[in-house]
């Protein structure tokens, strides 16, 4: 069975949107869970959390920043174009409760996987203060989308083109010392900002949970490629994640084993740019 692209949309420099045909994994997707996709038999197999789903349009959403060769080679596809598997839900969903206020902070791509878990909380009955971050404004995605099921929507960027100007993290020690009340934190995004928000919520005592992006192949927790240590244990985050207790994440062991395949990565991506004259 091949899975058929529906809508391709360019959203930010290097960032896309898909909306895939895929209705078995619309049907039992829930906020928090990824995808594995292939996009033809060559190809590797990479996660992809799930950015939106709807059982009505039997479609998944996924959100995906050009990184690495398959993510360049996926970006040159477009609509009514197939990915050979699409596989999924897979990890452990979300915990939503009604639990009073929560605080989403998305750092760049990782605003994607955010939007589901923010709509969810606020269905919840819950006050849902979101917090997006990226470089520059011409980086942010999804401001609209959640703004609209937001409390509150508070915009950072690096360079100061929009909102605050610094990181997610100055927003959200602001908002704990003028006292917020704030039941659960949730942060998605580049390892080290996750590690920083981590730092900012432990004083509070703010329960804190982060979604972990390690390498991963087979999404089963076989492979074993994608542990990584919480509070002292190993953890696969395929099976007993993506989502764990920040404040018990080795974020630092987390980074170095990101970095593992760095320089393989970088070959690849230029015999893909070769072979496609050039690349993106």
């Known amino acids: 069975m091949s899975y058929r692209i529906i809508e391709k949309r360019d959203m930010v420099h290097q960032v896309h949107l898909m909306k895939v045909f895929a209705p078995d994994v ?9 995808v594995i996709i292939r996009i033809d038999e060559q190809s590797e197999r990479i996660p992809l959390t799930i950015a939106d789903y709807s059982v009505e349009e039997s479609s998944v959403t996924i959100i995906f920043q050009e990184m690495g060769k398959t993510t360049k080679q996926l970006a040159t596809l477009n609509a009514q174009d197939t990915l050979q598997d699409f596989v999924g839900p897979l990890g452990t969903p979300s915990e939503i409760e009604k ?10 791509v990782g605003v994607a996987p955010a939007y589901p878990q923010a709509k969810a909380y606020k269905a919840a ?48 020690q602001r908002l704990l010392q003028n006292g917020e009340h704030v039941d659960r934190v949730v942060a998605i995004g580049p390892p080290i900002m996750m590690r920083a928000v981590a730092g900012v919520t432990k004083p509070f005592g703010i329960q804190t949970i982060v979604s972990l992006n390690p390498i991963m192949i087979d999404g089963t927790g076989m ?10 244990k190993t953890k696969f985050a395929c099976v007993d994640g993506p989502e764990f207790d920040a404040h018990k994440v080795d974020f630092n062991l987390l ?22 004259g050039g690349g993106q």
């Open 99 to 108: 639990l009073g206020t929560v605080v989403m902070v998305g750092g760049g």
């Open 26 to 34: 619309a049907r039992a997707a829930k906020p928090g869970q990824f």
């Open 223 to 232: 492979c074993g490629g994608c542990r990584v240590s919480v509070d002292g």
């Open 255 to 276: 980074m170095s084993r990101l970095a593992v395949y760095r320089d393989e990565e970088g070959i690849s991506i230029k015999k893909h740019e070769c072979t496609c």
């Open 125 to 172: 009955g819950n006050k849902v203060m979101t917090i997006i971050g990226a470089r520059s404004e011409n980086l942010l995605i999804l401001e609209e989308e959640m703004r609209a099921v937001s409390d509150e929507l508070l915009v950072c960027t690096d360079d100061g083109t929009k909102g605050h100007h610094g990181f997610v993290t100055d927003v959200l």
